[in-house]
């Protein structure tokens, strides 16, 4: 299949949750996107370098089809999908597609059909480039050859990381949603995009100690005493170890979480009461996003909490367990969090 992986999209909405929540969804392509609230700003942004744009269609300031005029004296050919609430209103589909438009989502956004209209739109975007352009052929080969290469490290670190969970009862999905939660935490953070991609492919190394750990204190059903506790948290320690001579910059970020996961911002974590931020962000970052999942997940010693109950034990423990930026940024986007945990079910 080919890959889409690095095409430019431009997103124009005048809602910011919805930017977001298209934003995450794009990543989780690979994509890059630029996103803009004023419509006229995206205009004048716009240069001809993307391959698809995302526009709502109710706007104050320039609705989407006006937008879409606007955009078509400067580029016949990118792709535009409109985004609208009136799904059937053939009248308005009709007007967009004589404005240039190319396809239609509808409101609320359902992220396997958007997945594959966008997926769609860019591969025949890239198949007519290639055709336009063959000198472009030998750079796509090589992006594609780099890209397998990538690839095949990313599914080494995932399958590691699931061999490190392999005796304990959490899940892949335990893995994958601390992974886009951490990465989520990331951007929101404002760190760029290096930073988010080694913490989404990092983190899952966190709890990687507890192979050294007996499994009678690993699978124990029941609540560990204190002298298993102690024996347990040694596996911080044990993770670290294992991962901090290692090549990979990724291996060498998991050495860090797996040693600082638990530590609490308030300085009573372990293993070395660490306190604030001299407990690195990698640390500080994971921390959030393995303790809320680990409390909406079910476990064979433990129910669920509901969403909700897990938010509330977050913002209870800002400056407490929690880096309080983190615990405002998760609140302030729990729109996207609820995205995550809706999207990766166990």
């Known amino acids: 299949m080919k890959d889409i992986s690095g095409m430019k999209i431009l997103s124009v909405d005048d809602n910011q949750n919805n930017l977001m929540i298209i934003e995450v969804l794009a990543e989780n392509l690979g994509l ?15 240069n001809n370098q993307y391959d698809l744009i995302i526009v709502d269609y109710m706007m104050p300031k320039l609705n989407g089809i006006e937008f879409i005029k606007q955009i078509r004296v400067q580029d016949k050919e990118i792709p ?42 860019l591969l025949l975007r890239q198949s007519h480039i290639l055709l336009k352009d063959k000198s472009k052929l030998l750079e796509y ?23 490190a969970e392999f005796k304990d009862p959490e899940t892949g999905a335990h893995i994958e949603r601390v992974a886009y939660y951490s990465k989520l935490l990331a951007k929101l953070h404002g760190q760029n995009e290096k930073f988010q991609d080694t913490i989404f492919h990092a983190c899952p190394f966190h709890d990687i100690g507890k192979i050294s750990i007996p ?26 170890r294992l991962l901090q001579h290692s090549q990979s910059e990724y291996l060498i970020a998991g050495s860090i979480i797996a040693l600082n996961h638990h530590e609490k911002y308030d300085g009573t974590g372990y293993p070395n009461k660490l306190k604030g931020e001299n407990i690195p962000l990698l640390g500080r970052i994971t921390a959030l996003a393995d303790v809320f999942d680990a409390l909406t997940s079910q476990r064979p010693y433990k129910k669920a909490w509901t969403f909700e109950e897990a938010s509330d034990f977050i913002i209870e423990q800002k400056n407490k367990h929690f880096d309080p930026v983190l615990v405002d940024l998760f609140v302030e986007n729990i729109v996207l969090f609820r995205e995550i945990y809706n999207n990766f079910k166990d």
């Open 32 to 46: 890059e996107i630029k996103s803009f609230l004023d419509p006229k700003e995206a205009i004048e942004h716009f």
């Open 80 to 121: 535009i999908i409109m985004i609208t609430a009136a799904g059937n209103d053939k009248g308005l589909h009709l007007n967009a597609l004589e404005s240039g438009a190319n396809d239609f989502l509808n409101k609320p956004i359902d992220v396997p059909s958007f997945k594959a209209r966008i997926t769609n739109t």
């Open 215 to 240: 499994d009678k204190i690993l699978l124990k059903p029941g609540k560990l005493d204190d002298d298993e506790f102690e024996i347990m948290k040694t596996h911080a320690v044990a993770g670290y």
């Open 141 to 163: 080969e090589v992006k594609q050859a780099t890209q397998t290469i990538i690839d095949r490290e990313h599914e080494t670190l995932r399958l590691l990381g699931q061999a």
